[in-house]
């Protein structure tokens, strides 16, 4: 069982940054895709960025050129890096690894963005 912490989340202004942390439990970053999604109040969780254990990456439009998905293998982290945030972006996101049929999630980390 692979367990994911993440944290970073919090109130930020329209226009501000944030930077999230996914920290494994195991060394997955090197066989896992790892992702970061979102759920907004009232929608479904969606894909934001992930990171394949190649290293390609894969963003959502609506997150392109703003924020950057990245991985430290020997910290076992994967963060994001969210820049020009605006209200809409505002979310409980979530970290995920998934290897074939196998998906683990982490508990979540809100985030705010005043308007």
């Known amino acids: 069982q692979v367990r994911l912490v993440e944290s970073g989340g919090g109130l930020v202004q329209t226009g501000g940054s944030l930077r999230l942390s996914c920290a494994a439990s195991?060394?997955?970053?090197?066989?896992?895709?790892m992702g970061w999604y979102r759920q907004a109040p009232g929608k479904q969780r969606e894909l934001v960025a992930d990171i394949t254990s190649g290293g390609s990456t894969n963003y959502a439009d609506s997150v392109k050129g703003r924020f950057t998905i990245s991985r430290d293998n020997a910290k076992n982290t994967v963060y994001v890096q969210m820049n020009s945030l605006k209200p809409e972006d505002a979310a409980v996101y979530y970290c995920n690894a998934r290897r074939f049929s196998t998906y683990f999630w982490g508990q979540g980390t809100r985030v705010t963005v005043s308007s």
């Open positions: 195991e060394r997955v970053l090197s066989i896992y895709t």
